[in-house]
């Protein structure tokens, strides 16, 4: 059994990547993922690494102060690996690709030296030349696609079994966790604490007892000080690198709530990436949806459907809801990974409202409510909720399933069986209660990358308020 630490800050695509790659190519493992007071952490970060790490391998923990600390995230990681009896300790790193073969030809190097690192493409340093791919595959092109990753590794193995000896990058490195603890910092910890990022590396090589070296057969691939962001990788290493796309690998649902012959569904040529429902209280046959009968109860009905898919469309990852005249035309599948890579929630952004209380001021203007919106926005006043906190237009509204996203429904439709139908005066107070920020889709109704609007199939005032 070996313990892998994957540190994490920001920048959460390539960390998905790399788990992934992990996953793909590893067995009989712990993988600890420890973060280090990520700013872009969010709920749906960790639901996305739940999902792809199996949760009898994972231990995630994430601290909340006192970031800018690897050496923090080294010595917890040696303690896990103490902790679950885990035989060795792989400290990765998490902008990092793995490739087949990594781990036995790692091991397999344990036997003749006592730290051992891989080869790859971006080692750091000056004089790390036993590390450098190009080393020993002279005409080694720098790719980051699974395809030449694993070409390369495949290449490396007429190396098979070699080890050249020599001091090696702290990137990425193994040892037998017995091995770091006999030669730890003060009995307690492995590493220098009062060394946070820089000179911990250095501090331990210079003072570590056995003999270190190169796996030439094993291959990792570095994309090199990512988490300190893109600008700060050596164009030397990443000549021609394109931005990485997070694949979400979810189920996904598009789903919208047609009522008392509001609108005529609009879900045709649909891509196979999700599946599509419409509740409605028709019977009708539509090729690819699954048509979900319903009894209509009053003007509330389809805002039921539209907060709470969590309740009636519980088995999918993620929901797009789109309104009854709006006609899909994007892959909803690109769409949820494009839009939600490291976001749970997303919707388009009024294009001339900021806010509930200017919504409130123009529904009662048009007389689409009266002393119901106005008690409504009093309590909305006494509660604190602030002026000018956004306002979304919801007949595209994207979320994953999440425990956050689920009370965000809950709160959002017990406003709207609380006080008024209007869904856009209640859907930021729901946000704000649930501690969220507004996540905008560029574009409007009327032009964005999701969705066609089509007009009402009947038209009244609502027209005018929800599109004005």
């Avoid at 990520?38 to 102060?65: F, G, H, M, N, Q």
């Avoid at 789109?322 to 839009?339: C, F, H, T, W, Y």
């Avoid at 956050?404 to 439709?413: Q, R, Y």
Wanted: glycine share 6%; hydrophobic share 35%; with cysteine.
């Amino acid at each position: 059994m070996k313990l892998i630490l994957i540190p994490t800050y920001n920048n959460f695509a390539y960390v998905f990547e790399c788990l992934r790659s992990l996953i793909k190519y590893s067995h009989d493992y712990k993988i600890a993922v420890i973060d280090d007071c990520s700013p872009d952490w969010t709920d749906s970060v960790e639901a996305r690494i739940r999902k792809i790490v199996p949760p009898d391998c994972l231990i995630l923990e994430r601290y909340s102060e006192g970031g800018g600390n690897l050496t923090r995230s080294w010595n917890r990681a040696c303690e896990l690996a103490k902790e679950h009896k885990c035989k060795y300790t792989v400290l990765a790193n998490d902008d990092v690709k793995f490739s087949p073969f990594w781990w036995e030809n790692l091991e397999s190097a344990l036997e003749k030296v006592d730290l051992v690192a891989p080869v790859t493409n971006a080692p750091g340093g000056k004089h790390y030349d036993q590390q450098r791919v190009n080393t020993y595959i002279k005409d080694y092109v720098l790719s980051d696609k699974d395809e030449d990753i694993m070409n390369t590794a495949m290449s490396l193995q007429e190396f098979k079994g070699q080890v050249c000896s020599g001091r090696v990058n702290g990137f990425f490195f193994a040892a037998k966790t017995s091995v770091l603890w006999n030669s730890s910092y003060n009995g307690t910890t492995v590493f220098d604490p009062s060394k946070k990022l820089l000179g911990a590396e250095d501090e331990y090589m210079d003072r570590f007892p056995g003999k270190m070296g190169t796996a030439l057969s094993s291959f990792i691939f570095h994309y090199r000080s990512v988490s300190r962001g893109i600008d700060n990788i050596p164009v030397e290493f990443l000549r021609g690198m394109h931005r990485m796309k997070d694949e979400f690998d979810g189920k996904v649902v598009v789903y919208t709530a047609i009522f008392n012959d509001w609108d005529r569904c609009t879900f045709k040529d649909l891509p196979t990436t999700a599946d599509y429902v419409l509740f409605t209280d028709k019977h009708q046959n539509i090729p690819g949806v699954d048509v979900k009968v319903r009894k209509s109860e009053g003007r509330k009905t389809a805002r039921y459907y539209k907060c709470n898919p969590h309740k009636e469309l519980p088995e999918y990852d993620a929901w797009i809801w789109l309104d009854g005249n709006m006609q899909l035309k994007a892959d909803p599948q690109r769409v949820i990974s494009e839009m939600l890579a490291t976001v749970d929630h997303a919707a388009l952004k009024h294009p001339s409202r900021c806010c509930a209380y200017q919504e409130a001021v123009t529904i009662k203007n048009m007389r689409l409510g009266g002393k119901d919106v106005d008690t409504q926005m009093e309590q909305y006043v006494k509660d604190g909720f602030p002026v000018v906190y956004g306002l979304y237009e919801t007949g595209i509204f994207l979320r994953k399933n999440t425990p956050k996203i689920v009370s965000f429904n809950e709160t959002w439709w017990e406003q709207i069986e609380k006080h008024t139908n209007r869904d856009q005066l209640s859907v930021m107070y729901a946000l704000w209660k649930n501690k969220m920020n507004p996540v905008y889709i560029s574009g409007s109704s009327q032009s964005n990358q999701i969705a066609h609007m089509h007009p009402h199939h009947k038209i009244s005032l609502e027209t005018v308020i929800t599109y004005g």
